[in-house]
């Protein structure tokens, strides 16, 4: 038997916190709380008879008088439904009345969590130092013998636990269509590698050569990630599984206390965080973010890709890519067949303020003159917008911004014949694509991010004055960027390395690029 009686009493659901965050994303229920949430994010809900019982003060968001009864929430409302050392208090007559309105609540695809205490290692019903609450005795066959009339499921997850004082069963019913199953029960892959990487579209791409690395050398890998970075890796074939995570679902301060309790069931665990962000993009309020822009860009300019590679111990050997499906593709394919002969795509601005290119109209301008057999298509967010007015009425410019989804955009990079924009996720989705490609530089260098990209030009200004470069004294800030508070905006809304990229730089590049597709095309 695990348990002990001079162990420590209560807070059960904190021993198996780290556990459950991949099946409480979302909406959910902690059913009996007692005294606190596990999670911020969860709806605390309970009787309050612990006060009663054992003097433990309750703090509840909704206060009911039976966890039976649930009628203050509506059917299928909840991402999920946790309950921590409850359901054994509940009279065996009632149990399955009970898992039947626990279940209820929860939408298709959704999850209900129960934490108990094993009849193996804590002491039964009636037996010296057990709950004298407690109203039957659990173990694995009588849980599921009872969730067999709560609807259909899938058992995703058990585990005994009886490490570090745990006593208990953790069991994972995921809500599904019809019937039971038991994909648990599934072989457990010989070699592991954990990846984790949160952060934009363009992180979760160039981290796909990480990916592919490992899997090359035999690894199940697993991805530990957020929305909406994982959208651009959601069928990549070196991704085995994913660990999805809400952002700050996991507050950042327990971040390292959450990877310590994964590492440790993986064979290689390669922590990608602030693989770039913090290390060669520096953060505002680190000591290397006020360095002199020489001293920073002299520890900073090293490759992103190339570091991914060092963390994770492989060669290095970039292989960033996007990848469709056939689907998606289909659907490229038909759009693509709407438009010009030849068709150059402008990816419009990135995720930061310094991230725009203030001299589109020109080039596009000088493409309708000069590239008659040309089509342009610009996409972006639904920011970018603003970015393509004036030219609406223009048959040859095809505006997408806000219309098309990420994974479209990406897809659609294959049938284009030269692609142009800032530092952008498109951008690292076309870096492994033959397509030629312009990339305008701003807070990075041709060294950290393009060295490796196939067919592609990096420009950047030649000479800037600003916070982050100081007297044009490096070729890049390499700094994050959040706001204005450490990047020279000019009077026309832009950053000033954009604006000192002059249209003669771009253009000269840009249709170097065209008349390059043109030549290999012939």
Not at 10 to 31: C, F, P, Q, S, Y
Not at 148 to 158: I, P, Q, Y
Not at 227 to 248: E, L, S, T
């Amino acid at each position: 038997m695990t348990w002990k009686i001079d162990d420590p009493m209560g807070n059960e659901a904190r021993k198996v916190a780290w556990e459950v965050v991949k099946w409480t994303r979302g909406r959910g229920l902690d059913i009996g709380c007692g005294p606190g949430k596990t999670f911020p994010h969860w709806i605390g809900v309970d009787n309050c008879i612990d006060e009663k019982l054992f003097g433990i003060k309750c703090n509840p968001d909704v206060k009911v008088a039976d966890c039976g009864d649930l009628d203050m929430f509506t059917s299928q409302s909840m991402d999920f439904c946790f309950s921590s050392h409850l359901l054994e208090h509940v009279p065996p007559e009632s149990v399955k009345s009970t898992l039947r309105e626990w279940m209820r609540l929860i939408k298709p695809k959704g999850y209900l969590i129960l934490y108990l205490p094993d009849e193996d290692q804590y002491p039964k019903v009636g037996e010296e130092g057990a709950n004298p609450d407690h109203k039957w005795n659990v173990n694995y066959d009588r849980v599921v013998e009872y969730m067999k009339s709560a609807g259909s499921w899938d058992l995703v997850d058990f585990q005994k636990r009886s490490e570090d004082r745990e006593y208990s069963l953790l069991f994972v019913f995921q809500k599904v269509g019809s019937g039971h199953h038991f994909s648990f029960q599934k072989p457990k892959p010989q070699k592991t590698a954990a990846v984790v990487r949160y952060g934009a579209f363009g992180d979760l791409l160039q981290s796909s050569s990480v990916f592919s690395g490992l899997k090359s050398q035999g690894y199940h890998v697993t991805l530990f990630t957020s929305p909406p970075g994982d959208a651009v890796v959601r069928f990549d074939p070196n991704i085995d599984a994913f660990y999805i995570q809400d952002k700050d679902q996991v507050p950042n301060a327990m971040l390292s206390e959450f990877w310590a309790h994964h590492r440790k069931k993986y064979d290689k665990w390669v922590n990608l965080c602030e693989s770039v962000e913090g290390t060669f993009l520096t953060l505002p309020g680190r000591t290397l973010h006020d360095w002199s822009p020489a001293a920073r860009h002299a520890v900073t300019n090293f490759n992103y890709v190339e570091m991914s590679h060092k963390i994770a111990g492989l060669p290095h050997d970039p292989k960033i890519r996007f990848y469709p499906t056939e689907s998606e593709r289909e659907w490229a394919r038909k759009e693509r067949s709407k438009m010009g002969k030849k068709l150059l795509v402008w990816s419009l601005a990135g995720s930061a303020t310094h991230k725009v290119w203030p001299y589109l109209d020109t080039i596009i301008a000088a493409i309708m003159v000069e590239f008659p057999e040309w089509d342009v298509l610009l996409m972006g967010n639904e920011a970018c917008k603003l970015l393509e007015q004036g030219w609406e009425k223009e048959k040859r410019v095809h505006l997408r911004s806000g219309k098309w989804e990420i994974r479209q955009s990406m897809t659609f990079l294959e049938y284009a014949d030269c692609v142009v924009g800032p530092e952008t996720g498109i951008m690292n989705a076309a870096s492994g694509l033959d397509v030629p490609k312009v990339v305008f530089l701003s807070h990075s260098t041709d060294e950290n991010l393009t060295r490796d990209w196939d067919n592609c030009i990096a420009l950047s200004s030649r000479s800037t004055v600003c916070p982050g470069r100081g007297n044009n004294e490096a070729p890049a800030c390499h700094q994050m960027h959040y706001n204005w508070n450490h990047c020279k905006k000019t009077d026309d809304g832009v950053s000033q390395c954009m604006a000192d990229l002059s249209a003669e730089q771009a253009w000269h590049a840009i249709k170097h690029a065209m008349n390059y597709q043109k030549q290999a095309a012939a």
